[in-house]
């Protein structure tokens, strides 16, 4: 089980919903990007 410190009130909801954004956003942007480039490209060609 983690603790996060106590110095962490408040703010840690907070946090939570951010962290929840942010995975969020990740998803959304790697579904993107996997449905934009081809699979058969190779991934270390810049693609813009």
């Not at 408040?10 to 699979?39: A, G």
């Amino acid at each position: 089980m983690r603790r996060l410190p106590p110095s962490k009130g408040p703010s840690s909801e907070k946090e939570k919903k951010n962290r929840q954004k942010v995975i969020l956003w990740w998803q959304r942007c790697n579904t993107l990007s996997i449905n934009f480039i081809p699979h058969h490209e190779p991934s270390s060609k810049p693609h813009r």
